[in-house]
């Protein structure tokens, strides 16, 4: 069973950054997809950010030009560089990874302050 671990999540001020990390106990070299997701308190989960395995990549508008997806297939870990934190990132940021089937990690909590 593939599993996704996520870290680097934690208390930011409104303006400041993260890194958030995302390791699979698998070879990610040949998944087409590798994605971030987040879910605010009462809210759905919704999309943030994708890259794909020729490494197009592909961002959500709230998020366009503050964060950035990246991928290392060495290190089979996908990150998010989120800068210029805003209070309404706040939420639980979740790993996917998108092939013949669909797994998630169990998610990292982000909480950015006003």
């Known amino acids: 069973q593939v599993q996704l671990v996520e870290s680097g999540g934690g208390l930011v001020q409104a303006g400041g950054s993260l890194r958030l990390s995302c390791a699979a106990s698998?070879?990610?070299?040949?998944?087409?997809?590798m994605g971030w997701y987040r879910q605010a308190p009462g809210k759905p989960r919704e999309w943030v950010a994708t890259?794909?395995?020729?490494?197009?990549?592909n961002y959500a508008n709230s998020v366009k030009g503050r964060f950035t997806i990246s991928r290392d297939n060495l290190k089979n870990t996908v990150y998010l560089q989120m800068n210029s934190l805003k209070a309404e990132d706040t939420a639980v940021y979740y790993c996917?990874?998108?092939?013949?089937?669909?797994?998630w990690g169990q998610g990292t909590q982000v909480t950015v302050s006003s």
């Open positions: 996917n990874l998108q092939s013949s089937f669909n797994a």
């Open positions: 698998i070879s990610i070299f040949s998944i087409n997809s």
């Open positions: 890259v794909t395995s020729n490494g197009n990549t």
